[in-house]
């Protein structure tokens, strides 16, 4: 079964109810039906947040389906050894070696209301009497397990289902807080369990640096550590800020009798302990604990999302006993979602193609309509100083259907005055200009980020659609001084890409395939990769239709502007945006240059008829007898549409030689069908259409 089956049967998959009816009114038949849809939604939602790191729903409404599973489960004694509430979630993947830990690692029982924290304490006094108890903070971070032989750093892996985890002691060597080596007098074994995190200060730091290299940032520093934790590569690893909190003993070859002795070894043997660590010796004492860590929470240099309540005596423990998913000493008393308001914690400006600067603020992570969020647009510099929003300062913040979330408006002013652009782009230091409400960098060209992103807009859906270039290999290949302008592209050679990191003859070969194969592209694509502020797809099929030639367009561009707006879709801003691009010494220079490898071919757009009017092709890999390009322009010609990537919309798929995976990947996951070169030809033959 495809997802996209699953999402059209399945409720709990996008978008799920948190609100349900009491389990009474259920029949014992729509019970069993509810309960088959939450196994499998949620064990959905385990690989998108454990394995993918990219969960789908917000935490809490996966508490909420994971609560009304195990809610229909007893009410009706559906329990099941396979249940995903019958195990911890997160199955080990292929690319590290899996290990078994040498005792499981389970999750915590948990809950935000103090009546469940309190139902905890009165069954650990029915089992085991009066206990003290150890208050600490509930880390959101990534659980791992270290192994100590002889004080020596043998393993580090990570949860994965509570039984085995990924073998990636490579990547936790390189973690600072983590030793390598024992000191003091360390038991001969040793097996611990740490929660490794990203400061909340260093993440800010990095996701400011992927906003500014025109990278996606992480949506919180869990993910950002989750992500990182999983890399293949531990030299970026070692280049990402990450840090440990150890918090358990798994197992050792000498243990002490409670958990707070232990843990006060911890520091001896090198293992860091958060100093908020706390013994109280009755429930409302861990119940106050937790309402003054939720104050302190702002202040810590880590994210944490509740507290944990142990009990401190081994042997209590033991005799407490576990389930097959929690440790049954333990229970998290967990802290609200913190919701749509929130601080600013610093600003980031990305540099567009065209070098418009956007503002973007990096936030303490909040939830926003469900989804957690860590920064948001500010949109330009007016719209900045009409708001008075400065770092500091707490704001709400909102989202408008899909697109990156936006400062609504100050809630709390910290200090004085607004945030200002700086007066010198951060990525090329070039001066910069203000333009009506925006900021623009001067530096063309030169400004690596709109080298950057012209680079991949022109290889990019709306551009020439050049696959194997994207935003990793355009960084890669301007990084090494490769690419200094688009046409650099029709220059690169196999030994150039072969000699950069990660690349094979394949990907070299296919790149150079792609680019030579882009020589001859239809006008309106050439139009388009252009970039030019305004021009998309669809104007610049317009503009292709009308004029048939590049050099009648160009022409009418940079001496008759007026002429242009004759075009549909095109207005007086249009016609100027084109009138200054064709006109600017820079643009007309790289544009020359391009044009010494490039040929746009006339354009035909008026010849065909209507006959695939309402179908949506896009293509992928080399055909044998014509070009992408001209397969594209021939159904264009005749009234479909061809796209860059694949959707709910798309009717088909031409796959040639050496296909793309994520255009193959996503036709599978919206049941669109896949065809090849004769399929597409007899397709269009059907249509009496010939493809020469
Ligand atoms: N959004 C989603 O789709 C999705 C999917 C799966 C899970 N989740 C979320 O993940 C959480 C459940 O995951 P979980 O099973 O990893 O539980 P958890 O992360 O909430 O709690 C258990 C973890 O707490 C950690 N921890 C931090 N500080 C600790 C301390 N001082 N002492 C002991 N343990 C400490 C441990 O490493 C342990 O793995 C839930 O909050 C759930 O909402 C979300
Ligand atoms: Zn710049």
Redesign the pocket.
């Known amino acids: 079964m495809s997802v996209a089956d699953e999402d059209a049967e399945n409720p709990y998959l996008r978008d799920p109810p948190t609100d349900f009816a009491s389990v009474e009114e259920l029949s014992e038949d729509e019970a069993r039906e509810q309960v088959e849809l939450l196994r499998e939604a949620?064990r959905e939602?385990?690989r998108?947040?454990?394995v993918e790191s990219e969960?789908?729903?917000?935490?809490?409404?996966?508490?909420a389906l994971?609560a009304r599973l195990r809610d229909l489960e007893d009410a009706f004694g559906l329990e099941h050894p396979d249940s995903p509430t019958r195990s911890?979630?997160?199955e080990p993947i292929e690319e590290f070696d899996t290990v078994e830990h040498v005792a499981p690692?389970?999750?915590?029982d948990?809950s935000g209301e103090e009546e469940d924290v309190r139902e905890f304490a009165d069954r650990v006094q029915r089992e085991v009497g009066d206990v003290d108890y150890v208050c600490?903070?509930?880390?959101?971070?990534?659980?791992?397990e270290f192994v100590y032989e002889d004080g020596r750093l043998e393993r580090a892996a990570t949860?994965g289902d509570g039984r085995e985890g990924d073998d990636v002691t490579r990547n936790a060597r390189t973690i600072g807080s983590v030793p390598q080596k024992l000191h003091g007098d360390y038991p001969d074994f040793l097996a611990v369990?740490?929660?490794v995190y990203m400061p909340k200060d260093a993440f800010q730091k990095h996701n400011r640096e992927r906003i500014e290299r025109g990278e996606e940032p992480f949506a919180n520093p869990r993910n950002a550590t989750a992500g990182t934790i999983r890399q293949l590569d531990p030299a970026v690893v070692a280049d990402r800020p990450l840090e440990v909190?150890f918090?358990?003993v798994l197992e050792a070859s000498d243990l002490e009798d409670s958990h707070s002795a232990e843990l006060e070894r911890f520091p001896e043997w090198g293992l860091r302990v958060?100093e908020h660590?706390k013994l109280v010796d009755d429930i409302d004492e861990a119940i106050d604990y937790r309402d003054r860590m939720l104050e302190a929470r702002d202040d810590l240099n880590y994210e944490?999302?509740?507290?944990?309540i142990?009990v401190d005596a081994r042997d209590a423990r033991e005799e407490l006993g576990r389930t097959a998913?929690?440790d049954r000493y333990?229970f998290?008393y967990?802290f609200p979602a913190r919701a749509e308001v929130t601080p600013i914690v610093d600003v980031a400006v990305q540099v567009g193609r065209t070098g418009r600067l956007t503002p973007v603020a990096l936030l303490e992570p909040v939830d926003v309509g469900g989804v957690t969020v860590s920064r948001a647009s500010l949109h330009n510099p007016e719209e900045i100083a009409e708001k008075n929003v400065g770092i500091g300062d707490t704001v709400r913040v909102q989202r408008a259907g899909d697109v990156i979330p936006y400062v609504e408006e100050v809630v709390e002013k910290d200090g004085e005055g607004h945030y200002e652009l700086p007066d010198h782009c951060p990525i090329c230091d070039s001066a910069v200009e203000r333009d009506g409400p925006m900021a623009f960098c001067t530096g063309g060209l030169a400004c690596d980020a709109q080298l950057r992103r012209s680079i991949e807009y022109y290889a990019g859906d709306d551009g020439l659609d050049l696959e194997g270039i994207g935003e990793k290999s355009v960084r890669q290949l301007v990084d090494a001084g490769l690419l200094e302008s688009v046409a650099d592209l029709y220059e690169l050679d196999r030994e150039d890409l072969t000699a950069l990191e990660g690349w094979g003859e394949t990907s070299a070969e296919n790149v150079l395939d792609e680019v030579e194969a882009s020589r001859e592209p239809p006008l309106a694509d050439f139009l388009s990769a252009l970039g030019i502020p305004h021009v998309g797809p669809t104007t610049a099929r317009e503009l292709a239709r009308e004029f048939g030639t590049f050099d009648a367009f160009r022409e009418t561009a940079e001496a008759e502007p007026e002429r242009l707006e004759d075009v549909p879709d095109v207005g007086e801003t249009v016609a100027k945006q084109l009138h200054e691009f064709f006109t600017s010494e820079a643009n007309a220079a790289a544009v020359g240059d391009l044009l010494e490898h490039v040929s746009p071919q006339e354009s035909d757009l008026e010849s065909g008829g209507d006959e695939l009017e309402s179908l949506t092709f896009v293509f992928t890999g080399s055909l044998e007898g014509v070009t992408r390009g001209e397969a594209q322009e021939t159904v264009e010609a005749h009234g479909a549409n061809a796209t860059g990537s694949v959707s709910g919309n798309t009717d088909y798929l031409v796959v040639g030689e050496n296909p793309g995976q994520t255009k193959r990947d996503d036709a599978e996951v919206n049941d669109v069908p896949i065809v090849d070169e004769d399929e597409f030809r007899d397709l269009l033959a059907e249509y009496g259409i010939d493809l020469e």
């Open positions: 949620v939602h385990d998108r947040y454990y969960p789908l729903i917000a935490d809490r409404t996966y508490d994971f911890v979630g997160g690692m389970l999750s915590i948990q600490e903070p509930k880390f959101d971070g990534v659980s791992m949860r369990r740490g929660e909190f918090f358990d958060t660590v944490i999302d509740g507290t944990v142990k998913r929690h333990a998290a967990k």
